[in-house]
């Protein structure tokens, strides 16, 4: 079964971001940019399409799903 992964650790520290300041630009609390890097959360379609317009990129560069 495929699995969501991201990459917005890796994206948050290319722009030198914490979970607070990407919560906040993009409107959620810092837990669920927790949960969504853990894996324990899966974003709306709009909150995903948030994050990745934040860091210039498209969605499927920041959300992929691994088997």
Do not use: H, W
């Amino acid at each position: 079964m495929a699995v969501m992964k991201t990459k917005i650790k890796e994206y948050r520290a290319k722009y030198d971001m914490t979970q607070d300041t990407l919560a906040e630009m993009v409107g959620a609390r810092r837990e669920t940019i927790s949960r969504i890097e853990k894996g324990q959360y899966n974003p709306s379609l709009k909150l995903a399409m948030d994050i990745a317009k934040i860091f210039e990129v498209t969605v499927e560069e920041v959300f992929f799903f691994e088997e």
